[in-house]
């Protein structure tokens, strides 16, 4: 099951897909030698996948759609404030918006990461006084001043 798991990550992650479609993902078949996974065992692997920490259904009830965990909460909180003291963004704000898709943030861990999961990275770091977040007009608007 690690190699499902490597694999899974290192693919979506590479194509920098959020969301696994349970029944829609080509790394289920093997044309070349005609094989493919039965609906059961994509469901372990799937399930394994969650176990370790890399995704989440996005549809619990009825399991289509894992968004795809590019990095733990844990791990991009630490991304964002290396990068926030790198850049000299420490008692500066910044946007949402320009963490997701700003020009200072190319090849970034976080780069175009989803922004439910950019959101609970931001708020481990204000849980650990390492940032305070401010409402904007937008969700994409909202600004984040690092400590």
């Given at each position: 099951?690690?190699?499902w ?23 289920w078949k ?19 996948f ?48 320009e963490l ?10 976080f ?16 849980d650990?006084?390492?940032?305070t977040i ?14």
């Amino acid at each position: 099951m690690g190699l499902w798991r490597d694999l899974i990550l290192k693919y979506h992650t590479e194509l920098r897909i959020k969301t696994l479609v349970v029944h829609d993902c080509p790394l289920w078949k093997n044309p070349g030698i005609g094989r493919e996974l039965d609906n059961e065992s994509i469901m372990a692997v799937i399930e394994d996948f969650i176990k370790g920490g890399h995704g989440e259904w996005e549809d619990p009830d009825v399991r289509t759609r894992c968004r795809i965990l590019w990095r733990k909460p844990e791990q991009l909180a630490s991304d964002i404030y290396d990068w926030a003291e790198a850049n000299g963004y420490i008692n500066s704000v910044c946007t949402v918006y320009e963490l997701h898709s700003g020009e200072d943030i190319n090849g970034m861990s976080f780069e175009g990461a989803d922004e439910e999961l950019l959101r609970r990275a931001l708020s481990i770091l204000e849980d650990q006084g390492k940032c305070t977040i401010f409402k904007g007009d937008t969700s994409s608007e909202d600004g984040i001043k690092f400590f």
